[in-house]
């Protein structure tokens, strides 16, 4: 009995998340507040490459299909040695749109994305400076609506609303319907006051207020993140537009899955952890206080809890006197929910999802300390790239 007890107390705790998540879905339906009005400052992009031949060009032409003045625009591209045909796709761009202000620089030694920010960022003449990945594609419109944010003064930052192309694979559906409860949570967020959560495929800021900055000194696992949270400290509004959409592919495997979760949750808990004062300082940052504490319990809290939860009631059931014909049942019944239930409804496919989230999470925890991860590039994504710029092609 005393055991049911903790379960259901720690069951109890656990219902933070979805509490915090329907208060979201509340607050998404309304309007932010902010005062949005279309204007065409300068924007500057900045997009840091490393081995990117088979999205790279996408990525231009869909900078030069923007519904933005081209003239109202310059590109900044700081390539980190790529060794395959990305600078000899870059420089031939380059001379073919000479209509698009480009400017191309080679580091002399790889320093990463973090780097090639910072270098850029004091080169930049725009009122507004944009991030931007290669591997991601703007929606026509999506440029034009994030700048219509930074007509309010009190708008520093704004991120845009990510779209994931799918096909058939579990993981690319499963990574679609958590993105869903993903892009519900940021809304709300800019909703109630500023989401701490970024997006390095579209993040504009204000270039007065990133010149004040510098990117990778808190986490540089999660440095568009960062971002956000250094420009909410000075005292202005970080949010996401849902009108300034982006589309990019989803992990197609579950181990692809797991790499990108794991090292994105832990730069984003060692984010939280190093702003622990906003936390525990709500009269200076008030609601803002509330979001960081819930992120950091969907991040941190949350899988442990998981983890007991699954832990306990496993001892439960083996400590529960039964006979092995049920026990073989229970295994049968089980087998048949995962695979009717969780692999083939939506909402099943979401459990799963989360599960499989807050396991990569509670199984990168080990990492928290290390002062650097190892990444590359998921070339299962490329690999979609590529064969949509075959199909392309062939049109």
């Not at 400052?41 to 003045?69: A, C, G, H, R």
């Not at 499963?174 to 500023?194: A, C, K, Q, T, W």
């Not at 993040?203 to 990778?216: A, D, H, N, P, Y």
């Not at 049968?332 to 995962?338: D, E």
Request: charge should be neutral; hydrophobic fraction near 45%; glycine fraction near 4%.
């Amino acid at each position: 009995m005393e055991l049911w007890k903790i379960i259901i107390s720690i069951v109890l705790i656990e219902a933070i998340l979805p509490l915090y998540y329907l208060f979201m879905l509340y607050l998404s339906k309304r309007n932010n507040g902010v005062k949005k009005s279309y204007w065409i400052p300068i924007v500057s992009i900045i997009i840091p490459t490393f081995n990117e031949d088979t999205t790279i060009l996408s990525k231009l032409n869909n900078i030069i299909d923007l519904q933005y003045p081209l003239e109202k625009l310059e590109l900044f591209i700081v390539d980190g040695l790529s060794t395959d045909k990305t600078v000899k796709l870059i420089k031939e761009f380059q001379n073919n749109h000479p209509e698009l202000k480009i400017a191309f620089f080679q580091e002399k030694e790889r320093g990463g994305k973090i780097k090639a920010i910072n270098s850029t960022v004091p080169l930049c003449n725009g009122e507004l400076i944009c991030i931007s990945d290669s591997d991601c594609i703007w929606e026509l419109d999506a440029l034009k609506e994030a700048v219509a944010n930074f007509s309010d003064e009190k708008v520093g930052a704004v991120t845009g609303l990510q779209i994931l192309m799918v096909e058939d694979e579990l993981a690319e559906k499963m990574e679609h319907h958590y993105n869903s409860f993903y892009n519900i949570l940021r809304l709300g967020e800019s909703v109630l006051d500023s989401t701490p959560i970024f997006r390095g495929e579209l993040t504009i800021v204000r270039s007065e207020l990133f010149k004040q900055i510098e990117v990778g000194t808190e986490s540089a696992w999660a440095d568009d993140s960062e971002i956000s949270m250094k420009i909410r400290k000075l005292g202005y509004r970080a949010i996401v537009d849902s009108k300034a959409k982006f589309y990019e592919f989803a992990p197609p495997t579950l181990e692809s899955r797991k790499n990108q979760k794991g090292r994105r949750g832990l730069g984003l808990i060692k984010l939280f952890l190093s702003n622990w004062k906003i936390i525990l300082n709500p009269f200076k940052y008030g609601k803002y206080s509330f979001i960081c504490a819930s992120n950091l319990f969907s991040l941190l809290v949350s899988p442990i809890l998981v983890f007991l939860i699954s832990i306990l009631l496993i001892w439960v059931l083996l400590t529960f006197s039964v006979n092995i014909i049920l026990y073989l049942l229970l295994i049968f019944v089980a087998l048949f929910l995962v695979q009717f239930i969780l692999f083939k409804n939506k909402i099943g496919q979401f459990i799963f999802s989360f599960l499989h989230s807050q396991f990569i999470l509670l199984i990168s925890l080990p990492s928290i300390t290390a002062k650097s991860i190892k990444w590359s590039q998921i070339t299962e994504i490329r690999d979609k790239w590529k064969e949509m710029g075959e199909k392309s092609n062939e049109k």
